[in-house]
C-alpha cells in the first residue's frame, strides 16, 4: 500500500527556515521522482518542485527558485524539502507525491493521482 506522510511544518518568521520530509512505504523510493506541492487556503494545489530518481535533477516552480532545495535519501526511502527565505506567501499545506509530471516549465500530478498524504502546515508570520 502506497503511503506518503510529510511532516516537518510549523510556525515560522519571514525570512526563516524549515525542512520538510516526506516518508514513503509501500513502495521502492529509489524508482520514482517525487515532487513536492502546496496549497494555500482559497488556492489550487500548486507545484513547487521536483527531484528525479537518482536526485542529479531538480527543477523548481519560479515562485521558489534560489530560496528551496529537493533531496532525498532513497536508502531511508525519505524526499526532502529545504525552504529558506520563507515569505508570508509561503504559507500553505504541503505535499509529496510520487511520479509528478515534470517538464521543466511545470510540475503537475499525473492524471488520477490519488495517493495524498495529510500533508504538513507551514505558516510564514511574525
Known amino acids: 500500500q502506497v503511503q506518503l506522510v510529510e511532516s516537518g511544518g510549523g510556525l515560522v518568521q519571514p525570512g526563516g527556515s524549515l525542512r520538510l520530509s516526506c516518508v514513503a512505504s509501500g513502495f521502492t523510493l529509489s524508482n520514482h521522482a517525487m515532487g513536492w506541492f502546496r496549497q494555500a487556503p482559497g488556492k489550487e494545489r500548486e507545484g513547487v518542485g521536483c527531484i528525479s530518481e537518482s536526485g542529479r535533477s531538480t527543477f523548481y516552480d519560479g515562485s521558489v527558485e534560489g530560496r528551496f532545495t529537493i533531496s532525498r535519501a532513497n536508502a531511508k526511502n525519505t524526499a526532502y524539502l529545504q525552504m529558506d527565505s520563507l515569505k508570508s506567501e509561503d504559507t500553505a499545506v504541503y505535499y509529496c507525491?510520487?511520479?509528478?509530471?515534470?517538464?521543466?516549465?511545470?510540475?503537475?500530478?499525473?492524471?488520477?493521482?490519488?495517493?495524498w498524504g495529510q500533508g504538513t502546515q507551514v505558516t510564514v508570520s511574525s
Open positions: 507525491a510520487r511520479n509528478p509530471v515534470c517538464m521543466g516549465t511545470s510540475v503537475d500530478p499525473r492524471p488520477g493521482y490519488n495517493y
